[in-house]
């Protein structure tokens, strides 16, 4: 994703965040909430609407570029209701022809068997949560769904027309060894998914699991071989590492991941959502709105649908571009990098020079700046570094 070639801005992207589930997991520290009684979907596209309107003017005459629509469970939401949601972003901001738009949905029979309408509402691709496809580690996730569903789901969105299907897959669970990481990797390759994102289990504080951490988590050996191991599978698959935790066949990359990592601009919508904008002076404003879904329909279209607003320091907004673009694999262009963090290449290089001579950071021939293998492999250190 490029800069606006008209306005010099970056490129818009929306995040739609949609927070209700049938359960919340145990390893869950996201904006979710579990589902009592009856889901109001049309009254939450309608506050969707209203903040949507009240947003349109920092654009700036963009259009989406991407939309990624998250929770929660945004399946549980009939596919009239998501038609209805990407009509109005079309209507009062505009989509690019050809946009990527993104769906999260779990497996489960009730909710697959919409896939065929999310697809006709215009959806184009889907992430699916699958997790793990070992029935034991999915009980002990939290997860409502076992390794049938998850496989069902696949064949089903293939069915219904999708051509950009995502698995979301962990390792590190509790009592997973080398081989059984890699048997979940084998089983996602043998659907035939176009990306896998696959990242290690985070044990967070306050959710269940971080309450009573499990004892029999792998240790830290273990992790490496998992990735070592996993990461091997998925690159013979054709599937190649472009980001820390993403792979892809040729042309699936996620657009709208891309627009984060190289620091695009995204409209948050929704409880809890977050958004990144950049004004018409240059100023970059990051946005949370209200997490409490109710309060949040409540307060939507006015000033109180916003819990936080943040314009970014110079120092901040240098540090903010480099702790996205570093976790692609490639990097980003060093012009990029000037353009997103308003400084100079002379600025830039004398702040980056500690972690390239620590051998980890890389300023190719090729003019862009990118973690070198072991920079890749101790990014949080890396960063650590550069924060200011």
Request: glycine letters at 12%; hydrophobic letters at 45%; proline letters at 6%.
């Amino acid at each position: 994703m490029s800069a606006d070639p008209a306005s010099g801005l970056p490129p818009l992207a929306a995040y739609v965040h949609l927070p209700w589930c049938l359960q919340r997991c145990g390893y869950c520290d996201f904006n979710a909430h579990t589902l009592r009684g009856e889901l109001p979907a049309q009254a939450y596209v309608a506050a969707l609407g209203r903040e949507l309107r009240r947003q349109a003017g920092a654009a700036l005459g963009r259009r989406l570029a991407s939309v990624y629509i998250g929770g929660g469970t945004p399946s549980l939401f009939p596919p009239g209701a998501i038609g209805e949601l990407l009509a109005e972003l079309d209507r009062v901001v505009g989509v690019v022809d050809g946009a990527e738009i993104t769906l999260e949905a779990n497996p489960g029979a009730t909710e697959t068997a919409r896939l065929a309408g999310f697809r006709e509402a215009g959806v184009t691709r889907l992430s699916l949560g699958v997790q793990s496809l070992d029935d034991a580690s999915l009980a002990r996730l939290g997860r409502i769904h076992d390794a049938a569903a998850a496989r069902a789901a696949v064949a089903e969105a293939r069915a219904a027309g999708f051509r950009g299907i995502n698995a979301d897959l962990m390792y590190g669970l509790p009592g997973q060894g080398v081989a059984d990481a890699e048997a979940d990797v084998a089983g996602i390759l043998e659907l035939g998914v176009d990306h896998v994102s696959h990242y290690q289990l985070a044990i967070e504080p306050g959710t269940p699991l971080g309450r009573r951490p499990p004892a029999d988590l792998p240790g830290e050996a273990a992790i490496l071989a998992m990735e070592a191991a996993c990461r091997g599978r998925l690159s013979a698959a054709g599937l190649a590492r472009y980001e820390v935790s993403a792979f892809a066949r040729p042309g699936q990359r996620s657009v709208h991941n891309l627009g984060y990592w190289t620091f695009g601009d995204y409209l948050g919508l929704g409880a809890g959502a977050a958004g990144k904008l950049t004004g018409a002076d240059g100023r970059v404003v990051r946005t949370r709105q209200e997490p409490a879904p109710r309060r949040w329909m409540a307060a939507a279209g006015g000033h109180g649908a916003e819990s936080e607003r943040e314009t970014l320091s110079a120092s901040a907004l240098r540090f903010e571009v480099f702790l996205n673009g570093l976790r692609l694999c490639d990097g980003i262009p060093a012009a990029l990098a000037v353009a997103r963090s308003g400084c100079s290449r002379a600025d830039l290089a004398a702040w980056l020079a500690p972690v390239r001579e620590r051998g980890w950071l890389e300023w190719t021939d090729a003019d862009r700046i990118r973690p070198s293998a072991a920079g890749l492999e101790v990014l949080d250190s890396l960063l650590l570094e550069l924060m200011p």
